[in-house]
């Protein structure tokens, strides 16, 4: 089989592998999709912390079962799955209380272990969803991105009167705003970014204004309007975000992380304790993927508005520079194997 593997970063090659045997517990998966993320991109360069290295990448992928480990019922085989990145432990702390996507020992498919972007990948059987026949193929390779959004809102709680706020209009950005309106009917979300383009999806995929705070002053504008937010979710992750979240949050108002910067960032105690805020982070996912499969199945999401490429798996090296570096034009670029 063929894999794409980072030998080291700055180092992608396409090699010849031997087609893995599931293991107790596990499935094989023939990939048929696999979606590009930022956190592919990082390991290629080198700039992923926890990835080691030579690593197959791809983490958001689709396939169908074609072999089974002992332990594993037969009849899975043949079945369409997308395949949840996360694996766990399930005895520590964590795990315990249902956050196995902060296991001690975690383990991240694509990142601590070889991943989807391959003919073939191997997962525990738990980790491998069942799709209903209504979604297509690529459409089931967009359900990690979206369970990302499950998780962080899952958190924030979001109601339909609330007044949300969502920086960055990237893949996560995007997620997050088909979730806050086709799953929680949030009535106004607003939307920051400093990319033109990027808020023209915004707009596509429900943002009911959006805002481009390279060209002017969000909080100046969010003053002239009389608007303070009551939910903001910060999916651009830049340091300087949070403080200004803070200062703009309504009262008693959640903010939502999911950032992995290790530069400090400076926020008062005075700024959220004064005004009661509620700071979540979110990481991955934690078992949302029976979530997100029903929420696309009943159409209260849409994946079909972030994909905006398609590629053979061959061009995966092309695929990955475009994606990094045209964000006017690319949101997610899906694999597609064969
Ligand atoms: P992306 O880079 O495609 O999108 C980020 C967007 O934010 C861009 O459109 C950019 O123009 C915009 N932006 C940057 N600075 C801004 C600012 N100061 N104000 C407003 N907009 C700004 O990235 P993607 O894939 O959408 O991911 C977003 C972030 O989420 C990344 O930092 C990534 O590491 C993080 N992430 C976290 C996960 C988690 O589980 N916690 C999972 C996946 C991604
Ligand atoms: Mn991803
Ligand atoms: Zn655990």
Redesign the pocket.
Same mark, same amino acid.
């Given at each position: 089989m063929q894999s794409v593997v980072i030998e080291q970063p700055g180092l992608l090659a396409i090699q010849q592998r031997p087609l893995p045997q599931p293991a107790a517990n596990e499935v094989r998966v023939k990939v048929k999709f696999a979606g590009i993320?930022?956190?592919d991109v990082h390991i290629y360069h080198g700039h992923n912390p926890f990835a080691r290295y030579p690593r197959v990448i791809g983490h958001e992928f689709f396939g169908v079962i074609d072999q089974v480990g002992s332990d594993v019922a037969p009849q899975r085989i043949g079945e369409r799955v997308s395949v949840d990145p996360v694996v766990s432990c399930g005895h520590c702390y964590p795990c315990s209380i249902g956050r196995p996507n902060v296991c001690t020992e975690l383990q991240v498919i694509g990142v601590h272990r070889d991943g989807g972007f391959s003919d073939y990948a191997c997962a525990p059987a738990r980790n491998a969803y069942r799709i209903p026949d209504s979604i297509s193929d690529r459409h089931a390779a967009m359900v990690e991105?979206f369970t990302?959004a499950a998780?962080?809102t899952a958190h924030l709680q979001p109601n339909a009167a609330d007044i949300a706020l969502v920086?960055?209009?990237?893949? &996560? @950005?995007?997620t997050v705003i088909q979730t806050l309106k086709g799953v929680y009917g949030v009535k106004q979300v607003i939307v920051?970014?400093?990319?033109k383009e990027?808020l023209e999806m915004a707009q596509e995929n429900g943002a009911d204004w959006t805002f481009n705070?390279a060209e002017a002053s969000l909080p100046a504008e969010l003053e002239r309007r009389g608007i303070r937010p009551t939910l903001i979710v910060d999916?651009?992750?830049?340091p300087?975000?949070l403080q200004e979240a803070i200062n703009l949050a309504s009262p008693a108002a959640r903010i939502g992380i &999911? @950032?992995?910067?290790g530069d400090a960032c400076t926020v008062t105690q005075h700024s959220i304790t004064s005004k009661e805020l509620s700071i979540f982070?979110?990481?991955?996912?934690s078992a949302r993927f029976p979530q997100v499969i029903e929420w696309m199945a009943s159409g209260k999401i849409d994946p079909q508005k972030l994909i905006t490429h398609c590629v053979p798996a061959a061009e995966v090296e092309q695929a990955m520079l475009m994606f990094e570096k045209d964000?006017r034009t690319c949101?997610k670029v899906l694999l597609q194997f064969d």
């Open positions: 993320c930022g956190s991105p990302i998780n962080i920086y960055g209009a990237g893949p &996560m @950005g995007l920051t970014d400093r990319i990027r705070n999916a651009a992750c830049h300087a975000i &999911m @950032g992995f910067s982070s979110s990481r991955l996912n964000q949101c």
